[in-house]
């Protein structure tokens, strides 16, 4: 029996309405439309939804008000927001409140539906994060490590490896992201199944065609014989696309066609060719920056970003190094037949407060030029190459909101507030210095007095003392936010989780609110 799910159209152009009422009668979709975003938010606050069709557009207020509205009260609902303003910048912003895909107007049903059906597998994998116990272990799938950072990692590759979805993982070099795309593989019931993997950066243009889809022989000089593509081999496993966004562009439209169809052509031929594939791709850029700068195209993005998942740097690692080099070590000892058993005190200090800008693969790499080149019980600080000899650290590869929590040479001080308490303190003050005139403090803020209107709901029955408050200027909101979580990340010593402990927010919040940070002013 094909399960049905409850669908709210909200779209306020009656002839519109009825293109897309057509659509979902075809698909397994009980739906219900509204025309106004008064009546969307009525029917959300008495009715379940599985999945929300959002037009940004409305006569009485913007889809994105309704959006956060969702976000604010943690819905579990997929929602696709519907334009015809199809920029990537309102594709940004609804992604980060919360959207799980965007359509442009005009679409075809069969995008409608395939957006829909991922749209509503990432919320039930999102389920079943939230309720999964992640493994305690030191070692997972080639992984060392047990922060809480690393157990989220875990916990996702677990969840997607029990899924089909096209998993997209980021992270700096050197974090592990072919590890944690074979990791997914090997505990996926494809594990019997090959795993292929490609490196988009390692071929020219004009050869990366022939190593996905083959080619026929005669096909283009040198082209020899008949020869089976990655997407062949693949068959049945997982194909898995390394650096994806140094992918030529123009070979981008076919990839697409192939992750839609499982179909491709080989170069040079004209038999169309089958195949049962599981995507995984990996980027070390922000993906979402390539798509706005055009070198990657924003619906193969949205294609293959089911399934994020996110490695974390060493450097936001600092209960793992230790044991990750203490691993490599041992490992390495025994390898070139060294006598190597631990390092000295004064060793791991240096090597806990070193940056480690290549990461996991740097690390790896210094633990093996010391037992190259020596040999002993123990590794002295002596041993270390520089610049960890001298105690000197290196430049990081610090994510964009580090860059900016230095004034002056200093890290700003420690925020007292966390950011609800300062999102209250400061709309309070607004308030007060507008006597009590909610445009006027909207306005001071920066924010709509609709939102404005949004958080005094929030805050009427929560107890509150400002006496102690550090808030005693007036700025915009997202401002100041941003000042308390440069000052946070400061504190912490650049460690995500502990700034996000002292803000009181989780990690997850942390980064997209990072992400979202307003650029600071030269």
Known sequence: MTVRHPLLLVEDNPAVARVYLEYLRRGPYDTLHCETGGAALAALAEKGFAAVLLDIELPDMSGMEILKWIAQRRLNVAVVVITAHGSINVAVEAMREGASDFLVKPFAPERLFVTLDNALERVNLRRIVDTFEPPGDEQFCGFVGKSLAMRGVYRIIDIAAQSKAPVFITGESGTGKELAAEAVHRRS???????????????????????????????????????????????????????????????????????????????????????????????????????????????????????????????????????????????????????????????????????????????????????????????????????????????????????????????????????????????????????????QAAAKLEISPSTLYRQREQFQDQPHDRSGSRIRELKPLALAESEAIDAAIAAAGGNISRAAASLGVNPSTLYRKMQAKPAETP
Request: hydrophobic share 40%; proline share 7%.
């Open 189 to 439: 019931p494809r594990r019997d199944k090959p795993f292929i993997a490609l490196n988009c950066a390692a071929f020219p243009k004009d050869l990366i065609e022939s190593e996905i889809f083959g080619h026929v022989k005669g096909a283009f000089t040198g082209a020899v014989a008949d020869r089976e593509g990655a997407g062949r081999l693949a068959d049945g496993g997982t194909l898995f696309f390394d650096e994806i966004c140094e992918m030529d562009i123009g070979l981008q439209a076919k990839l697409l066609r192939f992750i839609q169809t499982g179909t491709f052509q080989k170069v040079g031929g004209t038999q169309i060719e089958k195949v049962d594939v599981r995507f995984i791709s990996a980027t070390n850029r922000d993906p979402l920056k390539a798509v706005e700068a055009g070198r990657f195209r924003e619906d193969l993005y949205y294609r293959l970003y089911v399934m994020p998942l996110a490695l974390p740097p060493l450097r936001e690692r600092s209960e793992d190094m230790l044991l990750i080099a203490r691993r490599f070590l041992q490992e390495y000892a025994k390898e070139e037949g060294r006598s190597f058993q631990s390092f000295a005190p004064e060793t791991e200090r240096l090597l806990s407060e070193y940056g480690w800008p290549g990461n996991v693969r740097q690390l790896q790499n210094v633990v093996r030029q010391v037992v190259l080149m020596n040999d002993g019980d123990t590794v002295l600080p002596s041993m270390l190459p520089e610049p960890l000899a001298q105690g000197r650290s290196a430049p990081t590869s610090e994510p964009v909101a580090l860059s900016v929590v230095r004034r002056n040479g200093h890290a700003t001080p420690p925020p007292s507030l966390r950011l609800s308490d300062l999102k209250r303190d400061l709309i309070e003050l607004a308030l007060e210095a507008s006597d009590g005139n909610v445009l």
